[in-house]
């Protein structure tokens, strides 16, 4: 079973940073990848970010991109998403979860489990 825990939300100001993690357990599989996801409300859920175990090739989408960074702590079966130069429109619930085998897509669709979730609020 696998199962997955976000932390390290909170409230910044704009400009601030944030790292969130994503400690994973029960993942006996060979090839997959884990995604962060985000909800603001009234809003559909969107892909910000994913890296794949087996080489650790990491995307990104354009809303993000050259301010978050994503990576993996092998030892600890842990992903990490860095957010530096946050803005109010990065407030929302951030998600991560597991899609396997891993296709390298920020499609929510195509991930099968998924964390409880975790609040980031950018205001000043």
């Known amino acids: 079973q696998v199962q997955l825990v976000e932390s390290g939300g909170g409230l910044v100001q704009p400009g601030g940073s944030l790292r969130l993690s994503c400690a994973a357990s029960g993942l006996a599989l060979d090839y997959w990848a884990i995604g962060w996801f985000r909800q603001a409300p009234g809003k559909e859920r969107e892909g910000v970010s994913c890296i794949r175990n087996s080489d650790l090739r990491a995307y990104y989408a354009d809303s993000v991109k050259g301010r978050f960074t994503i990576s993996r702590d092998n030892a600890e079966d842990t992903v990490y998403l860095q957010m530096d130069s946050l803005k109010p429109e990065d407030t929302g619930v951030y998600y991560c979860?597991?899609?396997?085998?891993?296709?390298?897509?920020?499609?929510?669709?195509?991930?099968?489990?998924w964390g409880q979730g975790i609040q980031v609020t950018v205001s000043s």
């Open positions: 979860a597991v899609e396997a085998p891993a296709t390298m897509t920020l499609a929510p669709r195509e991930y099968e489990f």
